[in-house]
């Protein structure tokens, strides 16, 4: 009797495995090899991904997907875009989603690059679907940070989109900015606010902007940056060619007489002062030495065919310079 009773127990408990697995945990469409694409938003909780998941019909029970993942620990899940099928279990799907395998993309903004470089990379990596669309969301971003409220009016993030790997989730433009806005609100806070003493953040990311492109090495910038201080202090022009090659959007070929004589405020050899925004977005090396830079009565500098810059003090040093280094 105690035999039969064991067999009777041990049926039941395959019945009612069988159940729970046809009707909880296995597959919407056995055999299905269709995906599709399912988006995990940041600070989406694991009840808020099962609901999402059976509304879009990818696992038959929402209770079936939490309690898998309490009871094997994998309650941390990484924001992203995920490629599900209709054919996979409820267990894969919870292990895909809880090991972080997203549709995702790394992409690395170098010091340097400008928005429209920014947004070319995001197109050509489909992390967004138009670029143009990715730059009218820098362009009329709001103030939303506390940093950002130091820009003129109708001023983009130009400057403030802070180079670095980031991993980015497809389709959502907005919040690409904002991951980097977030990078670039942490290096501020730590790095660049406690350094300011009083001088305008905005200013300091314009002057940065052009070390970034026109030194060669960490020294150059504190030097460059000395340059610049030293030319704005009397007045004088900075005759920076790279605001002219942000203009035209061109850092590779030479520059032609027409491209220099260019009338725009962001001219520095036709107008004086700073120009009126960043002309990239600059490293945090090239910020740090836009705020504190290097004391000398230099007022020139070249840079050779070598990539060796070479500083004046004088119209005649600068002049032979050239003669001696680029002739």
């Not at 820098?138 to 109708?154: E, M, S």
């Not at 900015?177 to 990078?183: D, F």
Request: aromatic share 12%; proline share 5%; hydrophobic share 40%.
């Amino acid at each position: 009797m105690k035999k039969h009773i064991w067999w009777l127990a041990g049926l039941g408990a395959v019945i009612i495995g069988v159940f729970v697995y046809i009707f909880w945990l296995s597959p919407v469409t056995f055999g299905s090899k269709t995906t599709k694409q399912f988006i995990v938003q940041s600070g989406d909780g694991i009840g808020v991904i099962a609901r999402n998941l059976q509304e879009e019909d990818l696992i038959r029970s929402d209770a079936a997907f939490k309690t898998y993942l309490k009871a094997t620990g994998q309650i941390i899940v990484q924001p992203g875009i995920y490629t599900l099928s209709k054919g996979w279990s409820v267990m894969r799907i919870a292990n895909f989603i809880a090991g972080g395998i997203t549709s995702n993309v790394n992409i690395t903004i170098p010091e340097g690059w400008t928005s429209q470089q920014i947004a070319r990379a995001a197109f050509k990596a489909e992390v967004v679907e138009n670029d143009d669309e990715l730059l009218e969301i820098i362009n009329k971003f709001p103030p939303d940070y506390d940093f950002l409220k130091v820009r003129p009016a109708n001023a983009s993030l130009e400057g403030f989109l802070f180079p670095d790997t980031y991993r980015f989730i497809k389709g959502n433009p907005t919040l690409l900015v904002r991951q980097i806005l977030e990078n670039f609100s942490s290096k501020y806070n730590s790095d660049i606010k406690p350094k300011l003493n009083g001088k305008n953040l905005y200013d300091i990311l314009i002057i940065a902007s052009m070390i970034e492109r026109e030194a060669q090495i960490d020294e150059d910038r504190y030097l460059i940056s000395g340059v610049i201080t030293n030319r704005l202090a009397i007045g004088m022009r900075l005759d920076i060619d790279a605001t002219v090659r942000y203009i035209i959007d061109d850092w590779e070929n030479p520059l032609t007489r027409d491209d220099l004589s260019i009338d725009s405020p962001y001219n520095t050899r036709r107008y004086g002062g700073l120009p009126p925004g960043p002309i990239c977005n600059p490293g945090l090396a090239s910020i740090k030495a836009a705020i504190s830079p290097a004391e000398h009565d230099y007022y020139y500098y070249l840079t050779d065919l070598t990539g060796v810059t070479h500083y004046a003090k004088t119209v005649t040093e600068h002049n032979a310079n050239k003669v001696k280094y680029l002739l």
